[in-house]
């Protein structure tokens, strides 16, 4: 019986999206656990945004919606903080964060709670942030791990609801068509729809998308993804690909550096300070200037114990 232990190995969506981006950065954070000071502020807005959806979508059918933004909203100030980030903003902040800043968030959830009230009221939550594992075949005791925003029932399907945020913006229909069309090929909701399919029998993944900009507070967008069998397989494919592909650099203990990813369509990378200056990350002797040493856990991040518990259950009856 294929059970999960505390000596099982996971790969996440991060973990592999860093891997194919560089292998040089997977190897700084993931293999030396390097990771920069302070969170960059996409990712803490991210956060925060996902844990005011979290109130929003467990309490909409206690509160009316003026408290429920109430509530979220002090939700996403909590986060906001925990991630680093001053919950008092100077005019200077308000200029450098934006429009990733909690008064925009604010009226965000105006309009979010205001367009989603119908099918707040009328789903049903059968999960919230639902961690999942699958194996990935021949890869003995290796597992594809990731948490589930939400898992609703809605007009007799089962569906897994994914909350995204982004700046790409478009004057005619808020959104970007390449940012709609993308989610299609995206590895991450691929996964995510395979493991909800499993554990749920969820029919489709909806990506829940919220546009954040400095004037426009109203754009959100559900984006439905479904793929037949055969692409899922594909995928499964491809994922076993990029382990084994890890595992070898592992092996070798040698992560080239990808120069292409070194600057992307969000800025440079969060490593280009230490790759300008050390050729050979596994020889440091000290965290360098910047960073600090925090490893990446998937057990506290995706929160699996509970499934590594019943995992050992199972393999001792």
């Known amino acids: 019986m294929t059970t999960i232990t505390t000596g099982s190995k996971f790969y996440d969506n991060t973990k592999l999206s860093s891997y194919k981006t560089c292998p040089r950065s997977f190897q700084l954070r993931h293999i030396l656990n390097i990771t920069p000071d302070r969170a960059a502020v996409p990712l803490v807005f991210g956060s925060s945004w996902h844990a005011a959806m979290d109130i929003v979508w467990q309490h909409a059918k206690e509160f009316n919606q003026a408290d429920?933004?109430?509530?979220?909203?002090?939700?996403?100030?909590?986060?906001?903080e925990e991630g680093g980030m001053p919950a008092d903003?100077?005019?200077?902040?308000?200029?450098?964060?934006?429009?990733?800043t909690p008064s925009v968030a604010e009226e965000m959830l105006l309009h979010y709670i205001d367009q989603r009230w119908r099918i707040l009221q009328n789903c049903e939550i059968i999960a919230c942030e639902?961690?999942?594992?699958?194996?990935?075949?021949?890869?003995?005791?290796v597992w594809y791990v990731g948490r589930l925003d939400k898992v609703i029932s809605h007009d007799g399907q089962?569906?897994?609801?994914?909350?995204?945020?982004?700046?790409?913006?478009?004057?005619?229909?808020?959104?970007?068509?390449?940012?709609?069309e993308g989610w299609d090929m995206d590895s991450q909701v691929k996964g995510y729809?395979?493991?909800?399919?499993?554990?749920?029998?969820?029919?489709q993944v909806w990506v829940d998308a919220a546009l954040v900009h400095k004037k426009v507070h109203d754009k959100f967008r559900f984006i439905p993804v479904s793929h037949q069998r055969g692409m899922l397989d594909e995928w499964i494919e491809s994922t076993v690909e990029w382990v084994v592909r890890v595992g070898v650099d592992v092996d070798n203990g040698y992560f080239p550096k990808n120069e292409n990813?070194?600057?992307?369509?969000?800025?440079?990378?969060?490593?280009?300070?230490?790759?300008?200056s050390c050729s050979k990350?596994?020889?440091?002797?000290?965290?360098?200037?910047?960073?600090?040493?925090?490893?990446?856990?998937?057990?506290?991040?995706?929160?699996?114990?509970?499934?590594i518990k019943q995992g050992e259950q199972d393999a001792q009856r």
């Open 68 to 80: 429920l933004r109430k509530y979220a909203a002090l939700k996403f100030i909590e986060t906001w």
């Open 261 to 276: 990813s070194c600057v992307g369509k969000y800025g440079p990378c969060q490593f280009t300070d230490i790759c300008r």
């Open 130 to 141: 639902q961690p999942f594992a699958v194996p990935l075949p021949a890869c003995p005791d």
């Open 89 to 100: 903003m100077s005019l200077e902040d308000i200029e450098r964060f934006s429009p990733r």
């Open 281 to 307: 990350p596994s020889e440091l002797t000290e965290t360098p200037f910047g960073y600090r040493v925090e490893p990446w856990t998937p057990f506290e991040v995706l929160g699996l114990e509970s499934l």
């Open 193 to 203: 729809e395979y493991g909800a399919a499993l554990f749920f029998g969820a029919e």
């Open 158 to 180: 089962i569906l897994v609801i994914e909350h995204k945020t982004t700046s790409e913006y478009k004057i005619d229909g808020g959104f970007r068509q390449t940012y709609i």
